[in-house]
């Protein structure tokens, strides 16, 4: 049997394999079908295998600390199971069903059918632990084949979870391909972007502009772009509890994800509300950052002691202030913009009251992910109103704002549904 998985570390390599990508795509796409439930299978295979202190060690190798190894493994282990992909493939392709029927005022009947886009180029980012497999195995529940472009170093997770797969059910490696590329090597890119139906591009604006310079006018782009999220309260009546989970939000993530809290919008107009909130805030943080503290790195302390320093240089004769240690950081601030913040557990605190949400957020557009929405239960349904029309995708409790749960839409919209077309035949 050939061999299509591959996993060039040399660009030697690399380049030698792209001359011949053309053919293996062709036989590929010409192939056997791979059905949907030998995909399945195989990831509830892999998702009962992954117990025990061989896989931890595995992870925690990889560059994850022990608890963060733990996490991860509890989390693929979930997603790879036969009852996580299922409920996804019925909440994202439930009611796309291939059906025969007489359009309106025709004679001839019409066969509609789901069909995979063909071949999807995945451009992962780095800011999420095995996202590169993640984003295949999506392709390869919707019957597509699938390039992955690695960083030029690779990426040990995802090419492992993949190798496994493959020892499961070896017809994935003809549905899957993976080249360890520099990003800077455009004559690659654009030989790999040449053969994709659709490139799927997980990253910021810039890498989003990158990729359409780099793709030709008749390859689609599907783009999971660089997100922002934030909390807004309203009221006098928040609880601790609500702080506390906030704040889970923000040193469990560390504010490195699209759906990490950045900042907290409070609903008023007067700078004394914000400070007081602030300082309120700074206690409840500062505690949940002392029960888990930050790794020892120097130059990142060193960084964000910097930044929050001209923060405080910045306050100076405005309505700014700071209140900080070693551990975390609130900054109460007497603008509204929506900014990402210092990161590592360094939060901003904003006026922003409700009349003016839509002013301040609309412009944003599809930047816009997560809201955590603390208020009383009078106001919510109207706040959520307001959030959901700025362009709000997700809105949650505080300690929920990073966590997800099977058949979730993903800023907004479903994945698979994305990777799929409607083909007619007419009778």
Not at 267 to 295: C, G, I, N, Y
């Amino acid at each position: 049997m050939k061999r299509h998985f591959h996993s060039f570390g040399e660009t030697s390599n690399a380049a030698a394999a792209l001359e011949y990508l053309d053919a293996l795509i062709l036989d590929s796409l010409s192939g056997d079908k791979l059905e949907r439930e030998a995909v399945t299978a195989a990831c509830d295979a892999l998702s009962q295998k992954l117990n025990g202190e061989e896989y931890l060690q595995m992870l925690v190798s990889s560059g994850l600390n022990r608890i963060q190894a733990a996490e991860e493994l509890a989390f693929a282990k979930n997603m790879f199971s036969r009852l996580y992909l299922e409920e996804r493939l019925k909440r994202e392709l439930g009611g796309l069903d291939d059906e025969t029927f007489l359009p309106l005022g025709e004679k001839n009947t019409v066969r509609l059918e789901w069909r995979p886009l063909g071949v999807l180029l995945h451009l992962p980012a780095g800011n999420a632990d095995a996202l590169p497999v993640y984003s295949v195995i999506e392709g390869l529940l919707t019957g597509n084949v699938n390039i992955l472009k690695l960083p030029a170093e690779g990426d040990v997770l995802s090419e492992w979870i993949l190798a496994e797969l493959i020892k499961l059910e070896p017809r994935i490696s003809h549905k899957v391909f993976t080249f360890r590329l520099s990003s800077n090597d455009r004559a690659s890119m654009e030989k790999l972007a040449s053969l994709a139906d659709a490139i799927v591009i997980w990253g910021g604006d810039e890498a989003v502009s990158a990729v359409r310079k780099l793709a030709k006018p008749d390859t689609r782009i599907i783009e999971w772009g660089h997100k922002i999220s934030f909390a807004y309260v309203s009221g006098d009546l928040v609880s601790d509890a609500d702080l506390e989970g906030l704040a889970d939000n923000i040193c469990s993530t560390n504010q490195l994800l699209c759906s990490s809290c950045q900042g907290i919008f409070v609903d008023t107009e007067d700078s004394k509300d914000v400070s007081a909130f602030s300082e309120r805030f700074f206690a409840v943080l500062d505690q949940r950052a002392s029960a888990d503290p930050l790794d020892n790195d120097l130059f990142r302390a060193a960084q964000l002691t910097l930044e929050l320093y001209t923060e405080e240089l910045e306050a100076e004769g405005r309505e700014r202030k700071a209140w900080r240690n070693e551990r975390c950081a609130v900054i109460a601030c007497s603008d509204s913009a929506l900014t990402v913040s210092h990161l590592f557990r360094s939060v901003w605190v904003k006026p922003l009251p409700r009349y003016r949400i839509l002013h301040e957020l609309k412009q944003h557009k599809n930047h816009l992910q997560t809201a955590a929405l603390l208020c009383s239960p009078e106001d919510r349904v109207r706040l959520e109103e307001l959030l959901i029309t700025a362009g709000i995708a997700r809105i949650t409790r505080g300690e929920n704002m990073s966590r997800s749960y099977c058949g979730m839409p993903h800023d907004g919209e479903y994945a698979l549904r994305r990777y799929v077309r409607a083909v007619t035949r007419e009778d």
